[in-house]
């Protein structure tokens, strides 16, 4: 990995991971209960630090031009409908779809998930700006965006591991490995969507719409369930990539 995403991943590591902890050992010795405003604060914050370490690093090792486009890119919603009708459909089937092998089980109204929608981008989709908007995009100067996703996907799943010794949070009720398929999968679904459109804004709202939608089908946290998950993604990602192979393939006899 090269210098700059080393540097992302200490600084985001380190700061969620001095938060989260904070947050863990407080919750564990009774000192404090999550749902309180200061745990949520410590919870929210913890949560941010992708977004702003990657931020913070570009505005500081980059050029004016090239933070602006990158921060321009962030809050750019000027997209086709059809790339927004992709993305709600595809967060919508990734979470409905485990319904259909009691992977899942609706337990809120779907009007719930429009309401709790725009607290998901803070809870969940700024997360996009230094996942998919940084790591993502350097990681595929060197590698395929299989490769990459992967490596992703599974630095994603790790950085959320201190949630799991928070008491109370959903996290302690999950199973820890049917996250970590899910995260690889939501990973791959990123990835299209990112390579679809090259939208940060767009990946922000996939992932605000995956945590608002797991509050109306409740997701069952087996290895099975996780594994539907993982390859529904992997098709969808195959779909893209040979579809992108043919559209390149007919460019190029085109010019022959």
């Not at 919508?92 to 725009?118: H, K, Q, R, V």
């Amino acid at each position: 990995m090269g210098k700059g995403i080393r540097r992302f991943l200490v600084y985001t590591f380190v700061s969620s991971w001095i938060l989260w902890g904070s947050l863990a050992i407080l919750t564990q010795f009774n000192l404090l209960t999550f749902g309180t405003p200061f745990s949520m604060m410590l919870f929210i914050f913890g949560g941010v630090t992708p977004a702003i370490c990657e931020l913070w690093l570009k505005k500081r090792h980059s050029s004016k031009e090239e933070f602006q486009s990158f921060v321009n890119n962030i809050k750019n919603p000027r997209h086709s409908l059809g790339m927004y009708l992709f993305t709600i459909g595809l967060a919508f089937a990734a979470c409905f779809l485990p319904t259909l092998w009691n992977g899942a089980t609706m337990e809120n109204p779907l009007y719930l998930a429009l309401i709790e929608f725009p607290i998901m981008i803070i809870g969940g989709g700024l997360e996009e700006i230094g996942w998919r908007g940084y790591l993502q995009s350097a990681l595929q100067k060197r590698r395929s965006s299989f490769t990459s996703t992967l490596i992703v996907g599974c630095i994603w799943a790790i950085w959320h591991l201190p949630l799991w010794f928070v008491v109370g949070s959903n996290q302690m009720s999950m199973n820890f490995l049917w996250f970590t398929l899910c995260a690889l999968g939501l990973s791959f679904l990123l990835t299209v969507i990112y390579l679809s459109s090259n939208s940060i804004f767009l990946c922000i709202i996939f992932h605000a719409l995956i945590n608002s939608f797991w509050d109306v089908y409740i997701p069952v946290t087996n290895i099975p369930s996780g594994l539907y998950i993982l390859l529904f993604a992997l098709f969808i990602f195959t779909v893209y990539e040979f579809h992108q192979k043919r559209i390149s393939t007919k460019g190029h006899n085109l010019r022959l």
